[in-house]
């Protein structure tokens, strides 16, 4: 792999704010860096739910992988969603982003994951082609019920 990642701690905050940050402008939504910091704080920390690589130089990084993991009975063991991607805009459309996913997937599949997901919105035609691209399959017959509490 000819792109570097690296595993985030708390020590990483200062270099991933501003990354986090550009994720949600993007998205429109609005959140401030003490929120920020406060949701990916525990992953930082090295809590078992989630993890977060920084991609590229870590003082500097390109951007950043968002992975939460959960178990499930029926494929009998550690499922992982990737939760987010940034790559910095100017750097986009290199296959940065398939390159880092692929080598996430490899090492957690090393690690005992049965199963990687992604929600995607319907809509969001970019994001599910980058999962297409990944050999990722949709799954018709399955659809996401959530309640957000």
């Known amino acids: 792999m000819s792109t570097a990642i690296t595993l ?5 905050i200062d270099a991933l704010l ?11 939504n609005s959140t401030d860096n003490a929120q920020l910091a406060e949701s990916v704080q525990p992953l930082l920390e090295g809590q078992p739910h989630g993890a977060i690589w920084l991609i590229g130089p870590r003082r500097s990084p390109l951007g950043y992988v968002l992975v939460t993991f959960g ?5 009998g063991g ?66 996401i019920l959530s309640d957000l509490l």
Do not use: M
């Not at 957690?108 to 995607?120: D, E, Q």
């Open 18 to 28: 501003p990354l986090l940050q550009r994720h949600d402008e993007e998205r429109r």
């Open 8 to 12: 985030a701690t708390t020590a990483d």
């Open 71 to 75: 178990w499930s009975r029926s494929l």
């Open 78 to 143: 550690r499922e992982a969603w990737l939760d987010e991607i940034f790559i910095r805009p100017s750097v986009r459309n290199r296959g940065i982003a398939k390159e880092v996913t692929n080598a996430i997937a490899v090492s957690l599949t090393k690690a005992g994951l049965k199963a990687f997901h992604a929600r995607v919105n319907i809509q969001d035609v970019r994001a599910r082609r980058f999962c297409e691209k990944l050999g990722w399959k949709i799954e018709d017959q399955t659809r």
